[in-house]
C-alpha cells in the first residue's frame, strides 16, 4: 500500500513529517509520498514559491527513505486537484492500494474539493486526527464507506473512508511563519536543515 500526503508545506513541520512516519508504520506502507500543491485552489497563495517549498520538504525528507517528495503537482499547470493527482497516480500503481492521508481540519472542507466524490474512486481515504479539531457528521455517502479496520483497506485498491489517531503535535506553517516574521526562534517546530534554508532565502519576513 502507498500512502499520499498533499499540502503547501510552506513550511514543512514536524506536525507532517511525525504523522506520515507514524502511518507509514501503523499501515505497513511501503512509502509514502509527500505532493506539495502548485497552486492549491482552497486557500490563499502561498507565501514561499513551489520550488522553495520543494527543496525545503526535500531537506526534510533526505534521511528517511520511506518518505518519498512527489512532484507531480508542480510539473501539472493549473490549479492542483487531488482528484487529478489520485488519478495519475491510479494509473501507475494499478492495484496497489492508495491511502490518501488528510488531517481532521482539511477533512471537514472535504465537499469544497473538486469533484470531491470521485477521490474515493481512485483511493481511500484516512483522516488523521488532529489537535483542536471536530470530525463534521458524516452524510449516508461517506458513512457507506467507512470501514472497520485496516484489514479492509488492505483488501479493496480504493473506496473506503478510516480513522486514525495519530500523535497530536499541535503544529502550523502559520504559526511557523508568524514566529519567523516576528523574528523568534521556530527550533524543534521543524527540522533545523529547514530553518536552515528560511534563513538562508529570508524567507517569511512578513506575515
Ligand atoms: P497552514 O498553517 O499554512 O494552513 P498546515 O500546517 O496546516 O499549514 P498544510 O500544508 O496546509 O499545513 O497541511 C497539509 C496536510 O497536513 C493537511 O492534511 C493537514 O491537515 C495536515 N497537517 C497539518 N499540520 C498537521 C499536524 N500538526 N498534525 C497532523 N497533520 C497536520
Not at 1 to 8: D, E, L, N, V
Not at 19 to 26: G, M, N, P
Not at 45 to 74: F, I, K, N
Not at 181 to 202: C, E, M, S, W
Request: charged letters at 20%; glycine letters at 6%.
Amino acid at each position: 500500500m502507498i500512502g499520499i500526503f498533499g499540502g503547501t508545506f510552506d513550511p514543512v513541520h514536524y506536525g507532517h513529517l511525525r504523522s506520515a512516519l507514524e502511518v507509514k508504520d501503523i499501515f505497513g506502507l511501503s512509502q509514502v509520498r509527500l505532493i506539495p500543491s502548485a497552486q492549491p485552489p482552497h486557500r490563499e497563495q502561498p507565501a514561499a514559491s513551489a520550488l522553495m517549498r520543494l527543496q525545503m520538504l526535500e531537506l526534510a525528507v533526505q534521511d528517511q527513505p520511506g518518505l518519498t517528495v512527489d512532484t507531480r503537482e508542480l510539473n501539472r499547470p493549473g490549479p492542483s486537484y487531488m482528484v487529478d493527482t489520485l488519478k495519475s497516480l491510479r494509473q501507475e500503481c494499478n492495484d496497489e492500494p492508495l491511502l490518501l492521508f488528510i488531517g481532521s481540519d482539511a477533512f471537514n472542507h472535504l465537499k469544497s474539493w473538486h469533484q470531491w466524490r470521485h477521490l474515493f474512486d481512485f483511493a481511500h481515504i484516512v483522516v488523521m486526527t488532529r489537535p483542536g479539531a471536530d470530525v463534521q457528521h458524516l452524510d449516508d455517502f461517506l458513512k457507506a464507506r467507512l470501514a472497520g479496520d485496516i484489514t479492509e483497506l488492505v483488501h479493496n485498491t480504493a473506496g473506503k473512508l478510516y480513522f486514525q489517531q495519530v500523535t497530536q503535535l499541535d503544529i502550523s506553517a502559520t504559526a511557523i511563519r508568524q514566529m519567523v516574521a516576528k523574528q523568534q526562534n521556530p527550533g524543534f517546530l521543524l527540522p533545523d536543515a529547514v530553518i536552515a534554508y528560511i534563513r538562508q532565502h529570508t524567507l517569511y519576513q512578513r506575515t
